[in-house]
Protein backbone atom coordinates (compact mmCIF):
# COMPACT_ATOMS: atom_id res chain seq x y z
CA UNK A 1 0.00 0.00 0.00
CA UNK A 2 1.09 3.65 -0.88
CA UNK A 3 2.70 5.13 2.41
CA UNK A 4 2.31 8.82 1.35
CA UNK A 5 -0.70 10.48 3.18
CA UNK A 6 -2.27 13.19 1.33
CA UNK A 7 -3.26 16.00 3.16
CA UNK A 8 -6.81 17.93 2.65
CA UNK A 9 -6.90 21.06 4.64
CA UNK A 10 -10.41 23.17 5.44
CA UNK A 11 -9.28 26.00 6.97
CA UNK A 12 -11.23 27.94 4.77
CA UNK A 13 -14.40 25.44 4.97
CA UNK A 14 -15.06 23.94 8.29
CA UNK A 15 -12.17 25.87 9.86
CA UNK A 16 -14.09 29.21 8.51
CA UNK A 17 -17.52 27.92 9.98
CA UNK A 18 -15.95 28.33 13.68
CA UNK A 19 -18.46 31.39 15.42
CA UNK A 20 -16.88 34.88 14.94
CA UNK A 21 -14.81 34.18 11.47
CA UNK A 22 -15.35 36.33 8.82
CA UNK A 23 -12.85 36.21 6.48
CA UNK A 24 -12.43 38.72 3.61
CA UNK A 25 -11.70 37.64 -0.17
CA UNK A 26 -8.41 38.79 0.49
CA UNK A 27 -7.75 37.16 3.57
CA UNK A 28 -8.78 33.86 2.51
CA UNK A 29 -6.67 34.42 -0.92
CA UNK A 30 -3.46 35.22 2.22
CA UNK A 31 -4.21 31.99 3.72
CA UNK A 32 -4.93 30.05 0.71
CA UNK A 33 -1.06 31.41 -0.90
CA UNK A 34 0.67 30.09 2.44
CA UNK A 35 -1.25 26.84 2.34
CA UNK A 36 0.52 26.36 -0.88
CA UNK A 37 3.70 27.51 0.41
CA UNK A 38 3.21 25.17 3.39
CA UNK A 39 2.81 22.19 1.19
CA UNK A 40 -0.50 20.98 1.13
CA UNK A 41 -2.28 18.92 -1.25
CA UNK A 42 -5.77 20.24 -1.19
CA UNK A 43 -7.42 23.00 -0.27
CA UNK A 44 -10.99 23.73 0.51
CA UNK A 45 -11.32 26.76 -0.45
CA UNK A 46 -15.26 27.19 0.66
CA UNK A 47 -19.24 26.62 0.14
CA UNK A 48 -19.65 28.37 -3.41
CA UNK A 49 -23.43 27.85 -2.55
CA UNK A 50 -23.60 29.43 1.04
CA UNK A 51 -23.18 33.56 0.11
CA UNK A 52 -21.98 35.46 -3.25
CA UNK A 53 -18.88 36.27 -0.82
CA UNK A 54 -18.43 32.47 0.00
CA UNK A 55 -18.70 32.02 -4.42
CA UNK A 56 -16.18 34.92 -4.68
CA UNK A 57 -13.61 33.53 -2.53
CA UNK A 58 -13.69 30.08 -3.62
CA UNK A 59 -13.09 31.27 -7.51
CA UNK A 60 -10.53 33.82 -6.72
CA UNK A 61 -8.44 30.91 -4.96
CA UNK A 62 -9.12 28.87 -7.98
CA UNK A 63 -7.94 31.39 -10.25
CA UNK A 64 -4.51 32.06 -8.52
CA UNK A 65 -3.54 29.92 -6.43
CA UNK A 66 -0.91 27.60 -8.07
CA UNK A 67 -0.14 23.84 -6.89
CA UNK A 68 -2.77 21.87 -4.78
CA UNK A 69 -6.35 20.80 -5.80
CA UNK A 70 -8.62 23.61 -5.21
CA UNK A 71 -11.80 22.11 -4.00
CA UNK A 72 -15.82 23.44 -3.47
CA UNK A 73 -18.26 21.78 -1.10
CA UNK A 74 -21.81 21.29 -2.49
CA UNK A 75 -24.90 19.62 -0.95
CA UNK A 76 -26.36 16.58 -3.12
CA UNK A 77 -28.14 19.26 -4.69
CA UNK A 78 -28.28 20.64 -8.48
CA UNK A 79 -27.57 23.73 -7.89
CA UNK A 80 -25.44 23.90 -5.02
CA UNK A 81 -22.81 21.66 -6.78
CA UNK A 82 -23.12 23.99 -10.43
CA UNK A 83 -22.28 27.39 -8.10
CA UNK A 84 -19.61 24.94 -6.76
CA UNK A 85 -18.77 23.80 -10.54
CA UNK A 86 -18.36 27.42 -11.66
CA UNK A 87 -16.45 28.59 -8.63
CA UNK A 88 -13.51 25.96 -8.62
CA UNK A 89 -13.62 26.12 -12.91
CA UNK A 90 -10.40 28.26 -13.36
CA UNK A 91 -8.02 26.03 -11.73
CA UNK A 92 -5.40 23.47 -12.12
CA UNK A 93 -6.91 21.19 -10.67
CA UNK A 94 -10.55 21.52 -9.66
CA UNK A 95 -12.53 19.09 -7.43
CA UNK A 96 -15.90 19.13 -6.15
CA UNK A 97 -16.99 17.49 -2.95
CA UNK A 98 -20.44 16.60 -2.49
CA UNK A 99 -21.90 15.35 0.68
CA UNK A 100 -25.41 14.01 1.77
CA UNK A 101 -26.30 11.98 5.26
CA UNK A 102 -26.51 8.36 5.95
CA UNK A 103 -27.38 8.37 9.39
CA UNK A 104 -30.97 8.11 10.20
CA UNK A 105 -30.71 10.74 12.92
CA UNK A 106 -29.59 12.77 10.14
CA UNK A 107 -32.08 11.24 7.38
CA UNK A 108 -34.67 11.60 9.65
CA UNK A 109 -34.91 14.59 11.81
CA UNK A 110 -32.56 17.01 9.45
CA UNK A 111 -33.51 15.90 5.99
CA UNK A 112 -36.87 14.83 7.43
CA UNK A 113 -36.39 12.06 4.18
CA UNK A 114 -35.97 8.42 3.77
CA UNK A 115 -32.87 6.21 2.90
CA UNK A 116 -34.14 5.45 -0.60
CA UNK A 117 -33.95 9.62 -0.84
CA UNK A 118 -30.55 9.53 0.36
CA UNK A 119 -29.68 6.72 -1.91
CA UNK A 120 -31.41 8.62 -5.10
CA UNK A 121 -29.96 12.10 -3.93
CA UNK A 122 -25.91 10.45 -3.40
CA UNK A 123 -26.37 8.22 -7.32
CA UNK A 124 -27.07 11.79 -8.92
CA UNK A 125 -25.45 14.29 -7.34
CA UNK A 126 -22.14 12.17 -8.10
CA UNK A 127 -23.07 11.71 -11.60
CA UNK A 128 -24.05 15.26 -11.97
CA UNK A 129 -20.35 16.67 -10.70
CA UNK A 130 -18.78 14.16 -12.52
CA UNK A 131 -20.28 15.44 -15.50
CA UNK A 132 -18.60 18.96 -14.76
CA UNK A 133 -15.21 17.84 -13.36
CA UNK A 134 -12.92 14.87 -13.24
CA UNK A 135 -12.42 14.64 -9.31
CA UNK A 136 -15.67 13.84 -7.24
CA UNK A 137 -15.06 13.59 -3.63
CA UNK A 138 -18.16 11.94 -1.85
CA UNK A 139 -18.91 12.51 1.90
CA UNK A 140 -22.00 10.02 3.76
CA UNK A 141 -22.07 12.58 6.07
CA UNK A 142 -22.72 11.13 10.25
CA UNK A 143 -21.32 8.26 9.10
CA UNK A 144 -19.87 7.11 12.06
CA UNK A 145 -23.21 7.07 13.98
CA UNK A 146 -25.11 5.50 11.18
CA UNK A 147 -25.46 1.90 9.82
CA UNK A 148 -22.29 0.53 7.75
CA UNK A 149 -24.30 -1.82 5.91
CA UNK A 150 -26.41 1.15 4.58
CA UNK A 151 -23.29 4.09 4.18
CA UNK A 152 -21.51 1.10 2.40
CA UNK A 153 -24.57 0.40 0.07
CA UNK A 154 -24.21 4.90 -0.57
CA UNK A 155 -20.64 4.56 -0.86
CA UNK A 156 -20.81 1.98 -3.83
CA UNK A 157 -23.73 3.99 -5.66
CA UNK A 158 -21.17 6.64 -5.18
CA UNK A 159 -17.74 4.57 -6.51
CA UNK A 160 -20.47 3.55 -9.27
CA UNK A 161 -21.14 7.26 -10.27
CA UNK A 162 -17.31 7.95 -10.33
CA UNK A 163 -16.49 9.26 -7.13
CA UNK A 164 -12.42 9.57 -6.70
CA UNK A 165 -12.73 9.80 -3.35
CA UNK A 166 -14.78 8.69 -0.09
CA UNK A 167 -14.41 10.80 2.77
CA UNK A 168 -15.62 9.14 5.63
CA UNK A 169 -16.69 11.61 8.27
CA UNK A 170 -16.71 11.52 12.06
CA UNK A 171 -18.98 14.12 12.36
CA UNK A 172 -20.13 14.71 15.53
CA UNK A 173 -16.65 13.69 17.11
CA UNK A 174 -18.18 10.48 18.49
CA UNK A 175 -16.18 7.76 17.44
CA UNK A 176 -13.28 5.91 19.29
CA UNK A 177 -10.35 5.50 17.67
CA UNK A 178 -10.94 1.66 17.55
CA UNK A 179 -14.39 1.77 16.44
CA UNK A 180 -13.87 4.12 13.94
CA UNK A 181 -10.90 1.76 12.40
CA UNK A 182 -13.77 -1.36 12.58
CA UNK A 183 -15.77 0.65 10.75
CA UNK A 184 -13.58 1.74 8.34
CA UNK A 185 -12.54 -2.09 7.51
CA UNK A 186 -15.77 -3.42 7.37
CA UNK A 187 -16.81 -0.78 4.66
CA UNK A 188 -13.52 -2.07 3.00
CA UNK A 189 -14.93 -5.70 3.32
CA UNK A 190 -18.43 -4.83 2.00
CA UNK A 191 -17.25 -2.66 -0.81
CA UNK A 192 -13.92 -3.93 -2.45
CA UNK A 193 -14.08 -0.98 -5.01
CA UNK A 194 -13.14 1.22 -2.25
CA UNK A 195 -9.53 0.32 -2.83
CA UNK A 196 -9.75 1.70 -6.22
CA UNK A 197 -10.50 5.45 -4.94
CA UNK A 198 -8.90 7.16 -1.65
CA UNK A 199 -10.17 6.78 1.27
CA UNK A 200 -10.23 9.72 3.36
CA UNK A 201 -11.05 10.84 7.12
CA UNK A 202 -12.53 13.85 8.42
CA UNK A 203 -12.86 13.59 12.52
CA UNK A 204 -13.83 16.61 14.98
CA UNK A 205 -12.76 16.89 18.39
CA UNK A 206 -15.49 17.08 20.25
CA UNK A 207 -14.00 14.41 22.59
CA UNK A 208 -10.36 15.74 21.72
CA UNK A 209 -9.76 12.35 19.59
CA UNK A 210 -9.78 14.13 16.28
CA UNK A 211 -5.93 13.69 15.68
CA UNK A 212 -6.02 10.07 17.44
CA UNK A 213 -9.23 8.81 15.18
CA UNK A 214 -7.48 10.49 12.21
CA UNK A 215 -4.49 8.18 12.65
CA UNK A 216 -6.40 5.26 13.68
CA UNK A 217 -8.43 6.37 10.01
CA UNK A 218 -4.88 5.71 8.61
CA UNK A 219 -3.28 3.24 10.04
CA UNK A 220 -6.90 1.14 8.71
CA UNK A 221 -5.55 2.16 4.61
CA UNK A 222 -6.94 5.75 4.86
CA UNK A 223 -4.90 8.17 2.73
CA UNK A 224 -6.22 11.08 2.95
CA UNK A 225 -6.52 13.40 6.11
CA UNK A 226 -8.68 16.48 6.12
CA UNK A 227 -7.68 18.74 8.87
CA UNK A 228 -6.88 22.28 9.32
CA UNK A 229 -5.01 24.80 10.89
CA UNK A 230 -4.54 25.31 14.89
CA UNK A 231 -7.60 22.63 14.81
CA UNK A 232 -10.36 25.20 14.25
CA UNK A 233 -13.82 24.08 12.75
CA UNK A 234 -17.13 23.62 14.00
CA UNK A 235 -17.44 23.23 17.82
CA UNK A 236 -14.48 22.03 19.36
CA UNK A 237 -13.03 21.63 15.89
CA UNK A 238 -10.96 19.69 13.72
CA UNK A 239 -8.25 17.42 13.63
CA UNK A 240 -5.37 19.78 14.26
CA UNK A 241 -3.27 19.73 10.62
CA UNK A 242 0.25 20.39 12.12
CA UNK A 243 -0.65 18.02 14.93
CA UNK A 244 -1.27 15.18 12.73
CA UNK A 245 1.22 16.33 10.15
CA UNK A 246 4.09 16.28 13.00
CA UNK A 247 3.02 12.61 14.19
CA UNK A 248 3.81 11.14 11.01
CA UNK A 249 6.92 13.10 10.64
CA UNK A 250 8.27 12.48 14.31
CA UNK A 251 7.12 8.67 14.51
CA UNK A 252 8.08 8.13 10.36
CA UNK A 253 10.11 5.38 11.81
CA UNK A 254 7.43 3.32 13.77
CA UNK A 255 4.56 4.11 11.37
CA UNK A 256 6.56 4.76 8.10
CA UNK A 257 3.83 7.01 6.73
CA UNK A 258 4.81 10.55 5.01
CA UNK A 259 2.93 13.46 3.79
CA UNK A 260 4.51 16.20 1.58
CA UNK A 261 4.10 19.15 4.19
CA UNK A 262 6.98 21.28 4.57
CA UNK A 263 6.94 21.81 8.02
CA UNK A 264 9.16 24.73 8.62
CA UNK A 265 6.51 26.58 6.94
CA UNK A 266 4.00 25.44 10.04
CA UNK A 267 4.86 27.88 12.54
CA UNK A 268 4.05 30.74 10.37
CA UNK A 269 0.80 29.40 8.63
CA UNK A 270 -0.19 28.89 12.72
CA UNK A 271 0.65 32.56 13.54
CA UNK A 272 -1.21 33.79 9.85
CA UNK A 273 -4.55 31.96 10.61
CA UNK A 274 -4.42 32.81 14.14
CA UNK A 275 -4.30 36.51 13.51
CA UNK A 276 -6.54 36.76 10.67
CA UNK A 277 -9.03 34.66 12.20
CA UNK A 278 -8.89 36.45 15.59
CA UNK A 279 -8.92 32.90 17.04
CA UNK A 280 -5.92 32.74 19.75
CA UNK A 281 -3.87 29.44 19.77
CA UNK A 282 -3.25 27.88 22.99
CA UNK A 283 -0.29 28.34 25.15
CA UNK A 284 0.22 24.47 25.44
CA UNK A 285 -0.93 23.26 22.40
CA UNK A 286 1.38 20.93 20.78
CA UNK A 287 3.41 22.07 18.11
CA UNK A 288 2.31 25.61 17.59
CA UNK A 289 0.97 26.54 21.64
CA UNK A 290 3.97 29.27 22.92
CA UNK A 291 5.04 26.46 25.19
CA UNK A 292 5.36 23.69 23.01
CA UNK A 293 8.95 23.87 22.79
CA UNK A 294 9.30 25.53 26.54
CA UNK A 295 11.03 24.19 29.67
CA UNK A 296 10.52 25.50 32.97
CA UNK A 297 11.69 22.98 35.67
CA UNK A 298 14.76 23.24 36.84
CA UNK A 299 15.61 20.08 35.59
CA UNK A 300 14.03 19.79 32.26
CA UNK A 301 16.32 22.94 31.51
CA UNK A 302 19.55 21.28 32.90
CA UNK A 303 19.11 18.28 30.53
CA UNK A 304 18.05 20.45 27.67
CA UNK A 305 21.34 22.38 28.07
CA UNK A 306 23.38 19.29 28.25
CA UNK A 307 21.71 17.43 25.40
CA UNK A 308 18.50 18.51 23.57
CA UNK A 309 16.97 15.18 23.23
CA UNK A 310 16.83 14.51 27.30
CA UNK A 311 13.06 16.40 27.17
CA UNK A 312 12.36 17.63 23.27
CA UNK A 313 11.07 14.68 20.93
CA UNK A 314 11.21 17.44 17.57
CA UNK A 315 13.45 19.95 17.26
CA UNK A 316 11.53 23.99 17.44
CA UNK A 317 13.21 24.53 13.95
CA UNK A 318 11.56 21.51 12.24
CA UNK A 319 8.11 23.64 12.57
CA UNK A 320 9.66 27.19 11.76
CA UNK A 321 10.53 28.16 15.23
CA UNK A 322 13.77 28.73 14.73
CA UNK A 323 14.92 32.12 16.64
CA UNK A 324 14.38 34.82 13.51
CA UNK A 325 17.57 36.43 12.38
CA UNK A 326 15.97 39.26 9.90
CA UNK A 327 15.90 42.53 11.61
CA UNK A 328 15.14 46.21 10.21
CA UNK A 329 15.81 49.32 12.15
CA UNK A 330 14.55 53.19 11.63
CA UNK A 331 17.73 53.39 9.29
CA UNK A 332 16.86 50.62 6.89
CA UNK A 333 15.55 51.77 3.82
CA UNK A 334 12.53 51.01 1.58
CA UNK A 335 14.97 48.25 -0.28
CA UNK A 336 15.74 46.47 2.86
CA UNK A 337 12.25 46.41 3.63
CA UNK A 338 11.33 44.85 0.35
CA UNK A 339 14.12 42.46 0.73
CA UNK A 340 12.76 41.07 3.72
CA UNK A 341 9.28 41.03 2.91
CA UNK A 342 10.24 38.87 0.08
CA UNK A 343 12.30 36.59 2.44
CA UNK A 344 8.87 35.98 4.45
CA UNK A 345 6.97 35.20 1.38
CA UNK A 346 5.41 38.57 0.64
CA UNK A 347 5.66 39.83 -2.95
CA UNK A 348 4.89 43.46 -1.89
CA UNK A 349 5.87 46.43 -4.16
CA UNK A 350 4.11 49.61 -5.75
CA UNK A 351 1.23 51.56 -3.41
CA UNK A 352 1.78 48.30 -1.03
CA UNK A 353 5.42 48.95 -0.81
CA UNK A 354 4.71 52.42 0.51
CA UNK A 355 2.20 52.06 2.61
CA UNK A 356 3.67 48.90 4.67
CA UNK A 357 7.16 51.34 4.41
CA UNK A 358 5.33 54.22 5.81
CA UNK A 359 3.84 51.62 8.46
CA UNK A 360 7.08 50.44 8.98
CA UNK A 361 8.88 53.46 9.51
CA UNK A 362 6.28 54.82 12.20
CA UNK A 363 7.11 51.70 14.38
CA UNK A 364 10.82 51.65 14.08
CA UNK A 365 10.32 55.26 15.35
CA UNK A 366 8.65 54.08 18.72
CA UNK A 367 10.92 50.09 18.33
CA UNK A 368 14.32 50.08 18.03
CA UNK A 369 14.35 47.18 16.15
CA UNK A 370 11.60 45.62 13.77
CA UNK A 371 11.69 41.64 13.81
CA UNK A 372 10.57 39.59 11.37
CA UNK A 373 7.24 38.83 13.84
CA UNK A 374 6.31 42.50 13.52
CA UNK A 375 6.80 42.77 9.80
CA UNK A 376 4.09 39.78 9.51
CA UNK A 377 2.23 41.27 12.04
CA UNK A 378 2.11 44.86 10.27
CA UNK A 379 1.96 43.27 6.70
CA UNK A 380 -1.12 41.28 7.93
CA UNK A 381 -2.78 43.97 9.68
CA UNK A 382 -2.65 46.34 6.71
CA UNK A 383 -4.29 43.53 4.70
CA UNK A 384 -7.31 43.68 6.35
CA UNK A 385 -8.70 47.24 5.18
CA UNK A 386 -11.05 46.95 2.29
CA UNK A 387 -13.98 48.63 0.20
CA UNK A 388 -16.70 49.66 2.37
CA UNK A 389 -15.32 50.29 5.92
CA UNK A 390 -15.53 52.77 8.82
CA UNK A 391 -11.86 54.27 9.10
CA UNK A 392 -10.87 55.55 12.47
CA UNK A 393 -9.21 59.37 11.74
CA UNK A 394 -8.23 60.19 14.86
CA UNK A 395 -8.75 59.85 18.73
CA UNK A 396 -8.05 61.07 22.17
CA UNK A 397 -8.56 59.33 25.32
CA UNK A 398 -8.36 60.99 29.03
CA UNK A 399 -7.25 58.43 31.25
CA UNK A 400 -7.23 59.09 35.17
CA UNK A 401 -8.11 57.04 38.00
CA UNK A 402 -9.65 60.18 39.32
CA UNK A 403 -12.28 60.98 37.10
CA UNK A 404 -14.04 58.39 34.46
CA UNK A 405 -12.10 57.86 31.52
CA UNK A 406 -13.24 60.20 28.52
CA UNK A 407 -12.54 59.21 25.18
CA UNK A 408 -13.46 61.30 21.33
CA UNK A 409 -13.31 59.87 18.12
CA UNK A 410 -13.03 61.37 14.20
CA UNK A 411 -14.12 58.68 11.67
CA UNK A 412 -14.56 58.76 7.95
CA UNK A 413 -17.98 56.45 7.22
CA UNK A 414 -17.63 53.48 4.29
CA UNK A 415 -18.60 56.58 2.01
CA UNK A 416 -16.39 59.07 2.87
CA UNK A 417 -17.97 61.30 5.42
CA UNK A 418 -16.42 62.98 8.55
CA UNK A 419 -18.47 61.98 11.89
CA UNK A 420 -17.45 62.05 15.56
CA UNK A 421 -18.63 60.54 18.40
CA UNK A 422 -17.78 60.61 22.22
CA UNK A 423 -18.04 58.87 25.46
CA UNK A 424 -17.03 58.23 29.09
CA UNK A 425 -16.59 55.14 29.87
CA UNK A 426 -15.57 52.85 32.95
CA UNK A 427 -12.34 52.30 31.05
CA UNK A 428 -10.02 54.03 28.22
CA UNK A 429 -10.68 50.88 26.00
CA UNK A 430 -14.56 50.55 27.14
CA UNK A 431 -14.54 54.68 26.41
CA UNK A 432 -13.13 54.48 22.83
CA UNK A 433 -15.23 51.31 21.93
CA UNK A 434 -18.49 53.07 22.96
CA UNK A 435 -17.32 56.57 21.23
CA UNK A 436 -17.08 54.07 18.34
CA UNK A 437 -20.11 52.98 18.63
CA UNK A 438 -21.67 56.80 19.09
CA UNK A 439 -19.65 57.97 15.84
CA UNK A 440 -21.19 55.29 13.94
CA UNK A 441 -24.85 54.98 15.34
CA UNK A 442 -24.46 51.90 15.63
CA UNK A 443 -25.59 49.40 18.93
CA UNK A 444 -22.58 47.03 18.74
CA UNK A 445 -21.95 44.45 21.63
CA UNK A 446 -18.70 43.59 22.57
CA UNK A 447 -18.29 40.07 23.31
CA UNK A 448 -14.30 39.32 23.89
CA UNK A 449 -11.18 41.66 23.87
CA UNK A 450 -7.49 40.24 23.59
CA UNK A 451 -4.53 41.65 23.86
CA UNK A 452 -1.29 40.00 22.98
CA UNK A 453 2.08 41.51 22.28
CA UNK A 454 3.58 40.41 18.92
CA UNK A 455 6.97 39.96 20.88
CA UNK A 456 8.90 40.34 24.29
CA UNK A 457 10.20 43.43 25.66
CA UNK A 458 8.81 46.84 26.59
CA UNK A 459 8.59 48.40 23.22
CA UNK A 460 6.94 45.18 21.73
CA UNK A 461 3.83 45.47 19.45
CA UNK A 462 0.65 45.28 20.52
CA UNK A 463 -2.00 42.77 19.35
CA UNK A 464 -5.60 43.48 19.71
CA UNK A 465 -8.69 41.39 18.77
CA UNK A 466 -12.27 42.19 19.03
CA UNK A 467 -15.22 39.76 18.94
CA UNK A 468 -18.58 41.78 18.50
CA UNK A 469 -22.00 41.49 17.56
CA UNK A 470 -24.39 43.56 15.83
CA UNK A 471 -27.94 42.92 14.88
CA UNK A 472 -27.65 39.33 15.08
CA UNK A 473 -24.83 38.95 13.24
CA UNK A 474 -20.85 38.28 15.03
CA UNK A 475 -17.46 39.44 13.50
CA UNK A 476 -13.69 39.20 14.35
CA UNK A 477 -11.39 42.13 13.40
CA UNK A 478 -7.41 42.72 14.99
CA UNK A 479 -5.48 45.77 15.09
CA UNK A 480 -1.48 46.35 15.51
CA UNK A 481 -0.05 49.24 17.02
CA UNK A 482 2.38 49.72 19.52
CA UNK A 483 -0.56 51.87 21.82
CA UNK A 484 -2.72 49.28 22.93
CA UNK A 485 -5.66 51.71 23.02
CA UNK A 486 -4.86 52.20 19.09
CA UNK A 487 -4.45 48.83 18.77
CA UNK A 488 -7.78 48.37 20.64
CA UNK A 489 -9.68 50.82 18.67
CA UNK A 490 -8.40 49.67 15.08
CA UNK A 491 -9.76 46.19 16.03
CA UNK A 492 -13.13 47.57 17.13
CA UNK A 493 -13.65 49.17 14.08
CA UNK A 494 -12.43 46.55 11.60
CA UNK A 495 -14.94 44.12 13.65
CA UNK A 496 -17.65 46.43 13.02
CA UNK A 497 -16.98 47.04 9.29
CA UNK A 498 -17.40 43.04 9.08
CA UNK A 499 -19.91 42.73 10.97
CA UNK A 500 -21.72 45.32 9.23
CA UNK A 501 -20.93 43.52 5.38
CA UNK A 502 -22.47 40.39 7.40
CA UNK A 503 -25.36 42.04 7.88
CA UNK A 504 -26.25 43.75 4.40
CA UNK A 505 -25.04 40.28 2.83
CA UNK A 506 -27.87 38.09 5.41
CA UNK A 507 -30.12 40.92 4.21
CA UNK A 508 -29.20 40.05 0.75
CA UNK A 509 -29.55 36.06 1.18
CA UNK A 510 -33.09 36.55 2.60
CA UNK A 511 -34.24 38.97 -0.13
CA UNK A 512 -33.34 36.40 -2.71
CA UNK A 513 -34.54 33.24 -0.76
CA UNK A 514 -37.79 35.42 -0.16
CA UNK A 515 -38.12 36.63 -4.01
CA UNK A 516 -37.15 32.64 -4.42
CA UNK A 517 -40.02 31.42 -2.44
CA UNK A 518 -42.54 34.19 -4.51
CA UNK A 519 -41.43 32.44 -7.47
CA UNK A 520 -42.60 29.61 -6.81
CA UNK A 521 -45.94 30.28 -5.40
CA UNK A 522 -46.50 32.46 -8.15
CA UNK A 523 -48.68 30.11 -10.83
CA UNK A 524 -47.50 30.09 -14.28
CA UNK A 525 -49.81 31.37 -16.94
O1 LIG B 1 -18.18 17.14 9.51
C1 LIG B 1 -18.66 16.84 8.40
O2 LIG B 1 -19.38 15.83 8.24
C2 LIG B 1 -18.38 17.72 7.28
C3 LIG B 1 -18.78 17.22 5.93
C4 LIG B 1 -19.32 18.31 5.06
C5 LIG B 1 -17.62 16.52 5.30
O3 LIG B 1 -17.79 18.76 7.46
ZN1 LIG C 1 -16.72 18.74 9.42
Not at 134 to 159: C, G, W
Not at 422 to 449: H, K, M, S, W, Y
Not at 468 to 489: F, H, N, P
Request: aromatic fraction near 4%; include cysteine; proline fraction near 3%.
Amino acid sequence: MNDRVTIFDTTLRDGEQSPGISLNTGEKLEIAQQLARLGVDVIEAGFPAASPGDFEAVQAIAREVAGPVIAGLARAHAADIERAAAAVRDAERPRIHVFISTSDIHIEHQLQSTREDVKGGARASVAHARSLVDDVEFSPMDATRADVEFTAEVVQLAIDEGATTINVPDTVGYALPDEYARFLGRLYELVPALRDVVLSVHCHDDLGLAVANSFAGVQAGARQVECAINGIGERAGNASLEEFVMLLHTREAAVGLQTGVNTREIARTSRLVSRLTGYPVQPNKAIVGRNAFAHESGIHQDGVLKEPSTYEIMDATTVGLEANSLVLGKHSGRHALRSALEELGYEVSGQALNTAFKRFKEIADKKKQVSAMDLEALVTDELRDELRSWTLEWFDVEASNRRPPHATVQMRTPDGEIVHGNFTGDGPVDAIFRAINAATRREAQLREFRIDSVTGGQDALGEASVVLDLAGQSAAGQGVSTDIIEAAALAYVRALSNAERRVAAAAELAEEQRAEAEAQLTPTP
